[in-house]
């Protein structure tokens, strides 16, 4: 969910259009059930990610949507792999998927957490105070009786370390792929009619999608 209320329709904005130009694709698509599938694929990503924007969206259940999206990865792997046309394309739409994926695993998909250090008074009452290694005292043996980082309370669970640099990877890959999109779109824009402006509108779509998910993951990091 993202805080400030402007960034938060910006987000939306872009995951709708991108929504609306996959749903444009499905009504005239030309290439068979395949790209009927890929284009719903996406369509339903851009949905979900205007919808996690939200407060009530980052609410929602995690678990299914985690699973549903590491299938869609798997779909445009098998795409990958069969197809060798457009080989690079479904790559990264393979790694998008594994992003969505991974975004519900991180906002509570899996457990992702290490545990948190446990203060002495949230030690269960029938728990001997003489426990081998522990110093009754409040201190840790070993640490010359002083206090553990624990005892002046109680830690709640942090993020373990690798889940701060995976999403890191997802904000520096996804700005990339901002920047490689923002490029085709001059490029296309500059090409005489007939030599690639038509392409614009999908330009778009994915640059608007990969700009979105740069940004989700920069508000999680």
């Known amino acids: 969910m993202i805080g400030d209320l402007a960034l938060r329709w910006v987000v939306t904005l872009l995951f709708l259009f991108s929504a609306a130009v996959c749903v444009q694709a499905i009504a005239a698509n030309k290439h068979g059930v395949s790209s009927a599938v890929s284009h719903s694929l996406h369509a339903i990503m851009a949905v979900a990610m205007a919808v996690m924007a939200w407060p009530r969206g980052a609410e929602l259940p995690t678990r299914a949507p985690m699973i549903f999206f590491a299938a ?10 069969r197809n060798s046309d457009h080989r690079a394309g479904n790559v990264y739409h393979t790694l998008m998927m ?3 994926a991974w975004m519900y695993a991180a906002m509570g998909g899996l457990a992702l957490t290490k545990a948190a250090p446990v203060a002495m008074g949230d030690m269960p009452a029938d728990m001997p105070a003489d426990m081998p290694g522990m110093d009754v005292s409040g201190g840790h043996a070993g640490h010359g009786g002083h206090a553990g980082h624990g005892a002046a ?3 709640g669970p942090e993020p373990a370390s690798w889940v701060g640099v995976l999403n890191w990877l997802c904000v520096i890959g996804f700005g990339a792929a901002t920047a490689f999109w923002l490029y085709r779109l001059v490029t296309a824009r500059l090409a ?5 402006a038509h392409h614009t509108v999908g330009i778009l779509c994915q ?3 990969a700009a979105g998910m740069a940004i989700m993951f920069a508000v999680m990091v």
């Open 153 to 155: 309370g109680v830690v």
């Open 72 to 81: 869609a990865a798997v779909w445009f792997a098998a795409v990958t792999a």
């Open 207 to 209: 640059l608007a999608m």
């Open 192 to 196: 005489p009619a007939g030599h690639g």
């Open 98 to 100: 594994l992003a969505m």
